[in-house]
């Protein structure tokens, strides 16, 4: 004789069915949000240096991020290729810019310090090019000599290795920027005013020319530096980065480092946000000459230098 199946016990079957799928799911959530908790807590501790001192001698009171405070960070662009690795000659800066952020006025003033200009290098006891002092002493050296020439207090630091940069904007999936010249590179061509987007090779291309035609020289160099990490980190705070999650997270590991915990950063994220609604680009202006010392160097127009300073302290509320 057929059976006939028990409509009641089918329906009982189909909650215990979706019930066991909505479990899976929960704990591959659940282990997923592990290994993102892991994976973000390693890169944070892996990144993290921190700087020999508790604040700048610039400024009274440490800054409090928690209060969303203004402050400034430094951002050294370090080229340690093999060839200086293995000469022994350390890391110098290539570029070196200065952020002051405010999140209340919602603006970031960015300079930017030729890495020929000539500085006094703090705890060396020289006259020489500012790049220098990363590759003598580090981020600690080279903080100490950016507050001397600047008069501005450097609150924090993060670290970029040029090198490293083709495998993060690669990891992000490529950045946008609009070419702030018509020039011609390594095969590439990029048009004044016309956005174009970069993989590593042609990111590389586009910050390191300064020769060709129409690529401005060092300042021209220096404003697409800006540009593409201002790219990188408007890639790093969109939601599509998540998919990058593995590729981005160690390319970072790799090639950054800060005086800023994982803490620091997360309430950077969530407080200072508004910050980046205007973003204001500038240059150390002045000129270019051999010295006594038979050397090259950037020598800061007394007035700029000035103005620069003002405009960084001013938009820390000094």
Known sequence: MRRTEDPKRKMGTVP?????????????????????????????????????????????????????????????GVDSDAQRKSENDGERSDSIMILSINPDKKKTEIVSIPRDTQAEIVGHGTTEKINHAYAYGGPNMAVKSLEKLMNVPIDHYATIDMDGMHGMVDALGGVDVVSNSTFSTDGYNFVKGKKVHLDGDKALAFIRSRK???????????????????????????????????????????????????????????????????????????????QDDGLYYFVPDKASLENMTELLRSNLDL
Request: hydrophobic share 40%.
């Open 16 to 76: 215990k069915v979706l019930l066991w799928v909505f479990g899976i799911l929960v704990l591959l959530a659940v282990v997923a949000a592990i290994y993102l908790a892991v994976k973000i807590f390693a890169v944070g501790g892996n990144i993290h240096n921190p700087l020999d001192r508790s604040k700048s001698e610039l400024r009274k009171e440490k800054v409090d991020l928690n209060k969303g405070e203004p402050f400034t960070i430094a951002l050294f």
């Open 212 to 290: 060709e035609e129409g690529a401005g020289g060092d300042f021209g160099r220096q404003e697409r530096q800006q540009l593409v990490l201002q790219g990188i980190a408007n890639e790093l705070t969109s939601v599509k980065s998540i998919t990058n999650f593995n590729g981005v997270t160690n390319q970072i590991e790799k090639n950054v480092k800060t005086d800023l915990t994982l803490g620091q950063l997360n309430t950077i994220r969530s407080k200072y946000k508004d910050a980046n609604e205007n973003v204001r680009r500038h240059q150390l202006q002045g000129s270019g000459g051999i």
